[in-house]
Nanobody, 129 residues
Framework: QVQLVESGGGVVQAGGSLRLSCAAS????????MGWFRQAPGKEREFVAA?????????AYSDSVKGRFTISRDNAKATVYLQMNSLKPEDTAVYYC?????????????????????WGQGTQVTVSS
């Protein structure tokens, strides 16, 4: 059983940056594909970014964050990060990290929330205009 704890959320002005962290415990972190999702009030949870397991050589990003957000992982620290730059008010949401036990065969799989096995409790990001 893997436990995930997000941190780093907060309030930032449009154009600013935040870095989210997600610390994992209770499993072999390097074995999991890691993803970030977000959910705004009244909206469904949506995919943000994913990174393959082990060395993390494969990535996927939603079109809405591509070029602004960067996902990375540090297996020694059992932590996945989401660097968010050029933030926009529409990025306001609760951000969740998730772990998927499956290998990275097809990036599409890792953009879909039901395919993830473990979830954190979320961290709020608010971008003011």
């Amino acid at each position: 059983q893997v436990q995930l704890v997000e941190s780093g959320g907060g309030v930032v002005q449009a154009g600013g940056s935040l870095r989210l962290s997600c610390a994992a415990s209770g499993g072999t972190f390097s074995r999991y594909v890691m993803g970030w999702f977000r959910q705004a009030p009244g909206k469904e949870r949506e995919f943000v970014a994913a990174i393959s397991r082990r060395s993390g050589g494969n990535f996927a990003y939603s079109d809405s964050v591509k070029g602004r957000f960067t996902i990375s992982r540090d297996n020694a620290k059992a932590t996945v990060y989401l660097q968010m730059n050029s933030l926009k008010p529409e990025d306001t949401a609760v951000y969740y990290c998730a772990a998927d036990e499956a290998q990275w065969y097809d990036y599409v799989r890792h953009t879909q929330a039901p395919n993830y096995d473990y979830w954190g409790q979320g961290t709020q990001v608010t971008v003011s205009s």
